[in-house]
């Protein structure tokens, strides 16, 4: 089964909020880019994905990820996370409407493309699915079978969200890469340590620098 991954992404200078701690605000802005620029790249080189779309009204973020190969779609409901995945899930089924769509956090800059594969590809056996994250209370990749809708429920406590909707909780270990988006600086350690892309590594010199 091909997939097509529905990436949302806030306007950068909203991006990544809770990081502002560690980075201020000068730095984070180029951080969220960086950290959807790796996820993006590392989604296009995955076997299992046919498509890349990327939700977000940021016009710099838009250009850079539309040069990876993502295909951006305006966030017309401009009513937060749920609705702008709702939103590009409705844009691929109305192209493609048999399409199996995955959910996938636009800060996973350690993102592995064949770990990707892995989950993926068990995520096929299941009408609806998701991957909890590293700290275990959130969820990173929620996928939708074809003719299945999406229902995402991201935010606090997505992980119980997420089950008590009925969608399968996929048990895979060795999918460290898919499990580690970046909320905090601690996060961001951790991603560091795993082996993140180019540009979050290139990003991360300069908060380093500063």
Same mark, same amino acid.
């Given at each position: 089964m091909q997939w097509t991954l529905v990436i949302p992404l806030k306007p950068l200078e909203r991006a990544k909020s809770r990081l502002t701690a560690s980075t201020g605000d000068t730095l984070?802005?180029?951080?969220?880019?960086?950290? @959807?620029?790796?996820?993006? @790249? @590392?989604a296009v080189a995955c076997p299992a994905v046919k498509d890349v779309v990327v939700v977000t009204d940021d016009g710099l973020a838009g250009r850079e990820l539309a040069a990876l190969g993502a295909r951006i779609v305006r966030d017309e409901p401009a009513g937060g996370l749920n609705a702008a995945l709702a939103h590009g899930a409705a844009a691929v089924r109305a192209e493609l409407p048999e399409s199996a769509v995955a959910a996938l956090n636009a800060d996973l800059p350690a993102l592995r493309p064949l770990e990707l594969a892995r989950v993926l590809d068990s995520a096929e056996y299941f009408p609806r699915s998701f991957l909890a994250d590293a700290a275990g209370m959130g969820t990173t990749l929620l996928s939708a079978a074809p003719g299945m809708e999406l229902r995402p429920a991201f935010g606090p406590a997505s992980r119980s969200r997420h089950s008590a909707s009925g969608a399968v909780e996929l048990p895979l270990a060795g999918v460290d890469s898919v499990r580690q988006d970046v909320d905090t600086g601690e996060d961001l350690r951790t991603a560091l340590a795993l082996g993140v892309g180019p540009r979050t590594a290139a990003a991360a010199k300069l908060l380093i620098a500063d």
């Open positions: 984070r802005p180029g951080l969220a880019l960086a950290f @959807a620029q790796d996820t993006v @790249a @590392a």
